[in-house]
């Protein structure tokens, strides 16, 4: 009898430990195999109790077969009768089955009369904390329909890396929660805004385009107002470089006359863009990156005023036309708020591509992902300092998500900018560009076209 208890007890033991090593060695399959379905049962099963908590059900009438109390017999006894009758009762949304996500599950919900995918979205934190998650992320692919994703740990606690994009001006720069690669793609986003708080993982992110861009036929630029300790390990990758605020307004008047010549180019071959001429005079692309961006609108004195005003002017000029002419912007800052000046708003406006990485503050969050789905600054204000590279991120499709950077080093960054210094066009042969052209551009009213 004792062996036998014994036996039971080792085999019992080693299945235990059986499973913490398949969960611990190949949590995929262990969570194909053993995770998913038994949180799907679970899933399934508390639903009508989760969604009464959660304040997702709605009273219908129904026909129900119901006790009827307090019928009392002669005898004393009570009498339970049960009728058939009509009743208001709590009625569930309709659930699919959950079905298994890399990180977790989803599920397709059909949305009750009067319910909008937004009651959801405010509900997900409950719906987590009742399942236990990590996190439930709502979204709804058609009218009348919501999936529920969750994710049952924080997938970016530690990512894997992924291959390098080979489609020019792409990046991947990391990943997103769901799994899939974090890319930043200057042909369908051309401008971005990057803030954060201090060490939350910007420079990171532009590390990581460097790295991702040094190999293309592209031209980088560098505006470090750090007084260029961050971009200056990277000249030699780099077409121009400005660190002081006058470098920077002389390489926005020459952003400015490349965009005016391009223009010209562009209107002589009648197109629309650099990319619908002729690969043989298409000009090359320009990225310009931006480190501490609001350097360039603190004012000091008065006497600053109209020199930033001069730089203000231009970057926006830059952000308003310069993707047609292959000109893309990447700014990043601690804050990028209104009280810089109406200059810094407005070249916000033209910013479609908005990275928020940790903040302190909530307005820097409202300010970077604005008008977005209340729960991504929630999401930007949860992100915890010991996750750098962590950012809420919408980019192409409208929809948010939260993703981390690979980790790109500063030395990584800067071999990599050694490594394909051969590829750096010199910034006097790009500006130079379409003098070397038939198209004479000295007859461009610049100023009309820009104030178009
Ligand atoms: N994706 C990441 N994964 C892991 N660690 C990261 C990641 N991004 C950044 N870090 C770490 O966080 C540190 C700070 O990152 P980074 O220099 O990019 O911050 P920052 O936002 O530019 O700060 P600052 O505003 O001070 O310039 C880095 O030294 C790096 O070690
Ligand atoms: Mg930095």
């Known amino acids: 009898m004792r062996d036998d208890l014994l036996t039971l007890l080792t085999a019992l033991a080693a299945m235990v430990l059986g499973l913490w090593a398949w969960r611990r060695w190949h949590y995929r399959s262990f969570w194909l195999v053993a995770g998913y379905p038994l949180m799907a049962l679970t899933v399934r099963g508390t639903w009508r109790k989760v969604a009464l908590g959660c304040g997702l059900t709605k009273k219908r009438q129904r026909w129900w077969f119901t006790l009827t109390p307090g019928a009392v017999a002669s005898t004393g006894l009570?009498?339970?009768?049960?009728?058939?009758?009509?009743?208001?009762?709590?009625?569930?949304?309709?659930?699919?089955?959950?079905?298994?996500?890399r990180h977790g599950w989803r599920v397709t919900l059909h949305l009750l009369e009067g319910q909008i995918p937004d009651d959801y979205s405010q509900a997900a934190e409950r719906l987590a904390h009742s399942w236990r998650v990590h996190a439930v992320r709502v979204s709804s692919p058609r009218p009348g329909r919501v999936v529920l994703s969750a994710t049952m740990h924080d997938p970016l606690v530690r990512i894997d890396r992924l291959p390098p994009s080979d489609a020019l001006l792409k990046v991947v720069v990391g990943r997103l929660e769901t799994g899939k690669p974090w890319e930043i793609d200057f042909r369908t986003v051309p401008h971005w805004l990057?803030?954060?708080?201090?060490?939350?993982?910007k420079s990171n992110l532009a590390n990581a385009l460097i790295v991702g861009l040094a190999p293309q036929p592209v031209a980088l630029v560098g505006f470090d107002l750090k007084g260029g300790v961050e971009f200056t390990p990277y000249a030699p990758r780099l077409s121009a470089l400005a660190t002081t605020r006058a470098e920077c307004a002389a390489?926005?008047?020459?952003?400015?006359?490349?965009?005016?010549?391009?223009?010209?180019?562009?209107?002589?071959?009648?197109?629309?863009?650099?990319?619908?001429?002729?690969?043989?005079?298409?000009?090359?692309?320009?990225?310009?990156?931006?480190?501490?961006?609001?350097?360039?609108?603190?004012?000091?004195?008065?006497?600053?005023?109209?020199?930033?005003?001069?730089?203000?002017t231009a970057l926006l000029r830059v952000a308003q036309l310069g993707r047609a002419f292959g000109i893309y912007l990447f700014c990043c800052g601690q804050r990028i708020g209104s009280d810089l000046g109406p200059g810094v708003t407005a070249l916000r406006a033209q910013c479609s591509g908005r990275i928020c990485h940790r903040v302190n503050d909530p307005e820097t969050a409202t300010m970077t992902l604005g008008d977005l789905d209340p729960a991504a600054l929630v999401s930007a204000r949860a992100i915890p300092a010991e996750t750098p590279g962590v950012a809420i991120f919408a980019g192409q499709d409208g929809q948010w998500y939260r993703a981390r950077s690979f980790l790109v080093t500063e030395q990584a960054a800067e071999h990599a900018a050694r490594?394909?210094?051969?590829?750096?066009?010199?910034?006097?042969?790009?500006?130079?560009?379409?003098?070397?052209?038939?198209?004479?551009?000295?007859?461009?009213?610049?100023?009309e076209l820009l104030d178009a």
Not at 266 to 279: E, K
């Open 251 to 312: 390489l926005l008047d020459d952003l400015v006359a490349l965009m005016a010549d391009r223009m010209g180019l562009c209107r002589t071959a009648g197109a629309r863009n650099i990319w619908q001429l002729p690969p043989g005079v298409r000009p090359m692309p320009v990225v310009v990156l931006i480190d501490e961006l609001a350097e360039l609108y603190l004012m000091a004195d008065k006497s600053e005023k109209d020199e930033i005003a001069r730089t203000s």
């Open 78 to 101: 009570v009498k339970v009768r049960r009728r058939f009758q009509r009743i208001a009762v709590d009625t569930k949304p309709w659930m699919w089955l959950p079905l298994p996500t």
């Open 194 to 201: 990057n803030a954060g708080a201090t060490q939350s993982g």
């Open 419 to 447: 490594m394909y210094s051969d590829l750096t066009p010199a910034w006097a042969d790009i500006t130079s560009y379409v003098h070397d052209t038939d198209t004479d551009t000295s007859e461009l009213d610049l100023t």
